[in-house]
């Protein structure tokens, strides 16, 4: 990846578990995005965290962001099938027109 | 809300022939990205555009060109396809250039070179 990995690559919860996906990177950002894509389709905004923040709430989702480490987690609690979905973060350093995205992890949900 | 709007979705062309792909972005997004993403693959950055103008550049292909219009909406060139350009293509806009709020992608256009 052009800027950093996530882990696990892999990812395999029964549904009503929390999810939990990890991503690294290698500069110094602006803000971190994460985003959903199910097989072969669009990339979904999930949420964006600012350099500034340190944790972020929507619905069902939590993000934190330790700029000190250059790390983020995503946190999907109360699961369902239908979030199976490769999830990515998506950095973008200051000054810079482009994200940057990590290798992503591939989640997949047992109803 | 108005999303991002890319056409054609799927596109199937020859070694060597010449692809436009069109991407219509968000009313009021100031900024336009291009990404290519192959099987298995993260998206990779390609290039993007504020108010206009190419503002960064990553890895693309001295084939491919792009360009941002007076309307905003973007066009992907890309000539002397080859079998390794196969890989969806999505376009993202976000507002405010480098101080970007979210980007929002589109669907994308699955390019396939036969």
């Known amino acids: 990846s052009q800027q950093g990995e996530e882990d696990p690559q892999a990812l395999s919860i029964q549904e009503g578990e929390n999810a939990t996906m990890n991503c690294s990177y290698k500069t110094s950002i602006n803000n971190l995005q994460w985003y959903r894509q199910n097989s072969g389709r669009g990339l979904v905004h999930l949420i964006l965290?600012?350099?500034?923040?340190r944790e972020k709430h929507s619905g069902r989702l939590r993000v934190t962001l330790d700029t000190s480490k250059k790390s983020s987690s995503l946190l999907i609690t109360a699961s369902r099938a239908a979030d199976t979905a490769s999830y990515f973060c998506?950095?973008?350093?200051?000054?810079?027109?482009?994200?940057?995205f990590g290798t992503g992890t591939r989640l997949k949900v047992l109803a | 809300a108005a999303g991002v709007i890319q056409s054609p979705r799927h596109l199937i062309k020859e070694k060597r022939e010449t692809a436009t792909l069109k991407c219509y972005p968000i009313p009021r997004h100031d900024t336009v990205y291009w990404y290519q993403q192959g099987p298995g693959q993260d998206p990779q950055f390609l290039i993007s555009?504020?108010?206009?103008?190419?503002?960064d550049k990553g890895s693309i292909p001295d084939r491919f060109s792009a360009q941002q219009f007076s309307d905003y909406h973007s066009e992907l060139n890309m000539s002397s396809l080859e079998l390794g350009d196969s890989a969806l293509y999505f376009c993202a806009s976000s507002l405010n250039g480098w101080k970007a709020t979210e980007a929002f992608f589109g669907q994308g256009t699955r390019l396939t070179v036969v």
């Open positions: 555009f504020y108010e206009k103008m190419q503002s």
């Open positions: 965290i600012r350099s500034n923040e």
């Open positions: 998506a950095t973008d350093a200051w000054g810079t027109y482009k994200y940057i």
